[in-house]
């Protein structure tokens, strides 16, 4: 299912609901996934400033894919950009 993430609180949502939908604890979860209770809460709330790294190590944990949606001159950008073997 595709989810339109415009905000944090949108994701915060989305990783509330993976979590509850497995039935998992925010405490057992945070520690199977390596962060803090606190961290997991904020990112669940919507916290504006949380580090990438970690937003991304939760999302994983929880089977939580992201893809971003581009235009396709973007899309054409990055192609050529990885055929020179540039990195994005």
């Known amino acids: 299912m595709k989810i339109p993430i415009d905000r944090a609180a949108a994701i915060g949502k989305v990783v ?3 979590r509850k939908a497995q039935k ?5 979860a945070a520690g199977s996934i390596g ?3 606190n961290f997991l809460g904020k990112v669940e709330r919507g916290g504006e400033s949380v580090q990438w ?3 991304f190590q939760v999302l994983e944990g929880l089977g939580v894919r992201v893809m971003v949606d581009v235009p ?3 899309a054409a ?3 050529t950009q990885a055929a020179r073997g540039d990195k994005p």
Do not use: P, T
């Open 16 to 18: 509330r609901a993976s």
């Open 24 to 28: 998992i604890r925010q405490d057992d």
């Open 35 to 37: 962060v803090s209770e």
């Open 53 to 55: 790294g970690k937003l």
């Open 72 to 74: 396709e001159s973007v």
């Open 77 to 79: 950008y990055l192609d």
